[in-house]
């Protein structure tokens, strides 16, 4: 028996078929643009509106 049995978390096996699920769900370009606008959407709503940008990196 596998030493891992009862223990939370997946097996080597089970990130595998995670691995294999997802990318056969993004294989398909509609599917994976319509996933990467969402995180955009939402990674928006997470800043704050008046946030300030880092500017240190830029030169005039």
């Known amino acids: ?3 891992d049995v009862g ?3 997946l097996t080597g096996f089970g ?3 995670l691995a294999g699920g997802a990318a056969a ?3 398909n370009k ?3 643009d319509k996933v ?3 995180v ?3 990674t ?3 800043n704050p509106t008046g946030a300030k940008t880092d500017t240190s990196t830029q030169q005039s």
Do not use: I, N
């Open 15 to 17: 990130w595998l078929l």
């Open 30 to 32: 509609d599917r994976r």
């Open 36 to 38: 990467l606008s969402s």
């Open 44 to 46: 928006g709503k997470l």
């Open 40 to 42: 955009k959407g939402f």
């Open 1 to 3: 028996m596998a030493k």
């Open 25 to 27: 769900y993004f294989s």
């Open 7 to 9: 223990k939370p978390g």
